[in-house]
């Protein structure tokens, strides 16, 4: 194949791009996990991704995807048979209900069209009806990577309480955390799943637990069988800033530059950007005259934008021909959605100019691979960026580690 210049566009909704800090950090020597440099390094990380989740809670940190925080979020808490209550938002979720499947749990799942995040009501209803309190958990997917959309986790906790329904409340952030605002204490949530390769600007290879009290208690008596994925261990090692078994050194360097970069930022700035990204896409695809996969508005996600395919095209072509003549990769469509509609994803390490060549990517690929649309995205986001207000500067706080 002939060489290709400039730099590969990473555009689909995770893994996301890794910024030279953090590349630089990882590039360092491995160190001995069990002596005190290292000791210093998991104090700071364990302490700083309290302020990432929002909570005083404590954060586990496993050498896994994703997946692995499922698992890990399933089986501290449950027993065998025990029902799980779970929305069809999505592939993933599809997935988090697959697992518990496997895993002899009974889920039991509230029927979604793909296209908006999960419903309060019919929670509520479900837990209402539920006079035994069989429903030993809510899991919800925060922001469903498929598909674009958010579920209002907020308003789903009040949904819980309405019903006076003792579940635990699980939620996955994977992709969300660190780019659209996530209240782990605020919103009552129990477990919140995480993980290392979107808005935390890392490669893939740490998940993440943020643990409730409650969610530490029900661990006293779940019946589910762990060893690896057993918070115990853990959670005993972690007091002393060390873990039970040998820990991805060289990631949580990166991870303590990548929560130093967050702290320096803003989470608050960090919200804003994200937001002003997702809304600068949005126009661009509105321009172009295609659909939004997300319905409503007030669930649209900041991570990613879905963008749904005319009639007779495939979205596996149109993203051959972006990756082909632009070097540049889009999501793709998954289970139910899949060759129907494309994933753009703009979160993480990423900017004005970043998302200027991204929808010009699109639009000069829309029109390559002769996709019916209008021309004018790009300007119509690059007007809005213009317009858009950068936030007022804050003064940075101390880094980890510093006093």
């Not at 399933?74 to 499947?101: I, K, Q, Y």
């Not at 740490?206 to 762990?226: E, G, H």
């Not at 320096?264 to 950007?273: A, I, M, Q, S, T």
């Amino acid at each position: 194949m002939p060489a290709i210049s400039g730099r590969h566009f990473l555009q689909i909704p995770g893994p996301t791009n890794v910024p030279e800090r953090i590349l630089r950090a990882i590039d360092n020597a491995t160190i001995d996990h069990r002596g005190p440099e290292f000791q210093k390094l998991g104090q700071e990380v364990l302490g700083g991704l309290k302020h990432v989740f929002k909570t005083k809670a404590p954060v586990v940190i496993f050498p896994a995807s994703g997946t692995g925080a499922w698992e890990a979020a399933l089986v501290n808490t449950l027993s065998p048979g025990d029902r799980v209550l779970m929305c069809e938002t999505g592939h993933f979720a599809t997935l988090w209900h697959g697992m518990a499947n496997k895993l002899g749990l009974a889920p039991e799942f509230i029927k979604g069209d793909w296209r908006h995040g999960a419903d309060p009501a019919a929670i509520e209803a479900r837990l209402t009806a539920d006079r035994k309190h069989a429903i030993k958990a809510v899991c919800v997917v925060h922001n469903e990577t498929s598909t674009g959309v958010t579920s209002r986790i907020g308003e789903l906790r009040k949904a819980i309480e309405r019903a006076k329904h003792p579940a635990l409340y699980m939620v996955d952030t994977i992709s969300s955390l660190a780019s659209i605002d996530y209240r782990h204490d605020e919103w009552g949530v129990d477990v919140t799943v995480a993980g290392s390769q979107k808005g935390l600007m890392l490669p893939p290879g740490l998940s993440f637990n943020a643990v409730s009290d409650r969610a530490l208690a029900a661990a006293k008596t779940s019946k589910l069988p762990k060893s690896y994925w057993g918070w115990d261990e853990m959670l005993a090692s972690n007091k002393t800033g060390f873990f039970p078994y040998t820990p991805a050194t060289n990631l949580l360097y990166g991870l303590r530059e990548s929560l130093n970069m967050l702290l320096e930022e803003g989470l608050d700035n960090v919200f804003r950007r994200h937001d002003r990204h997702a809304e600068a896409t949005r126009r661009a695809v509105r321009a172009w005259g295609l659909e939004i996969l997300c319905l409503n508005p007030a669930e649209y996600s900041s991570s990613l934008t879905a963008v749904l395919m005319p009639d007779g095209h495939n979205e596996a072509a149109f993203r051959k021909v972006v990756l082909d003549n632009y070097n540049m990769s889009l999501g793709s469509g998954l289970g139910k959605v899949a060759g129907k509609m494309f994933r753009i994803g703009h979160l993480g390490d990423f900017n004005d100019l970043m998302l200027a060549g991204t929808l010009a990517g699109v639009e000069m690929g829309l029109a390559l691979a002769g996709v019916p649309h209008k021309k004018g995205g790009v300007a119509a986001a690059l007007d809005y960026l213009i317009a858009a207000k950068a936030a007022p500067g804050k003064k940075q706080p101390a880094k980890l580690g510093v006093a």
